[in-house]
Structures are given as structure tokens and as C-alpha cells.
């Protein structure tokens, strides 16, 4: 599970806006804080930021887009500034700025967002419902960029 989200990176995060609507939104800064606990930097995201102050609510779900596998992650949210709490904004900035290697983190990340997870399950392709190994499709999708990408450069 570790190595999936720190491998992938892009996290899908839901939230419930103020008038109930859902409102998802990528986050290429999805990654590990400890053994119960997800964050993603806020480098752009005001509505998610809005969105989670009102109701701390959120799932995150991470999917590797070549085996077609992931997991869904539920929980509560906290977001953290460097005003509320500097010593701690910090702590969880060296993530980004040591291990992660964000360009220019102090500068570019307004908020972090601690998410203590209460759920996670599993996500897998329908693709797995027929015979078909992991390498197959592994395969069909590795084609299936390649091909995307040829059609973009043409």
C-alpha cells in the first residue's frame, strides 16, 4: 500500500462542498505521513482547502493506470499552515522539501492536509473479472500510452 501511494503520487480527492455537491480534484503531492496518516500539499486547491474546513470528510483513492489496481482511502482531514502551527507546518514540509524533492516548497505549498485514515480497501479493474494476468495488462496499457502519446506527437 506504502509503495503504491508513494510511487504514484496523484491522489483523486474527494470532498463535500458547502452545499453538499461533491467536488474532486487531483493531487500530484498524495503521499505518506506515517502508518495511519495521508497529506498532499495545497499548492493550488482552494476549493478542497474551503471544502475541508467546512467538513473534514474525504477519500482519496490512488490507482497505478498500468495494472489497473489501487486503494480508497477514507478519513478525516486537517489542514495545516504555517500560521496555525509553525513548528508543526514545518515537520510536515521537510516531507516535501527532503523526501519528495518539491521545487521550491517553501515557497509554493500554502497549506498541508493531514488526512488520519479511519478505512482503506482495495480498488481493481473490472479487467481482472476474465482470465487475465497482471503482466497482460500491464501490457494492454503500456500499448495503450504509447500509442496516445504517438498520436499527440503526430
Avoid: C
Avoid at 508513494?6 to 474527494?14: D, I
Avoid at 486547491?45 to 497505478?64: A, C, G, H, M, Q
Wanted: aromatic share 10%; no cysteine; charged share 30%.
Amino acid at each position: 500500500m506504502k509503495r503504491l501511494v508513494r510511487e504514484q503520487k496523484l491522489g483523486f480527492v474527494a470532498t463535500v462542498s458547502p452545499n453538499g455537491s461533491p467536488n474532486l480534484s487531483p493531487k500530484g503531492t498524495t503521499t505518506i505521513w506515517d502508518d495511519s496518516h495521508l497529506m498532499f500539499a495545497d499548492i493550488a486547491s482552494p476549493n478542497t482547502i474551503r471544502n475541508l474546513e467546512t467538513n473534514p470528510s474525504v477519500e482519496v483513492n490512488i490507482v497505478d493506470p498500468f495494472i489497473r489496481k489501487g486503494y480508497r482511502f477514507k478519513g478525516k482531514a486537517v489542514v495545516h499552515t504555517r500560521q496555525d502551527d509553525s513548528k508543526y507546518f514545518e515537520e510536515l514540509l521537510s516531507v516535501y522539501r527532503d523526501r519528495e524533492k518539491l521545487r521550491e516548497a517553501e515557497r509554493r505549498i500554502k497549506s498541508i492536509v493531514l488526512i488520519e485514515i479511519e478505512y482503506a480497501e482495495p480498488l481493481i479493474s473490472p479487467a481482472y473479472d476474465f482470465p487475465v494476468s497482471e503482466r497482460e495488462v500491464i501490457e494492454k496499457w503500456k500499448k495503450y500510452y504509447n500509442d496516445l502519446e504517438h498520436r499527440q506527437t503526430s
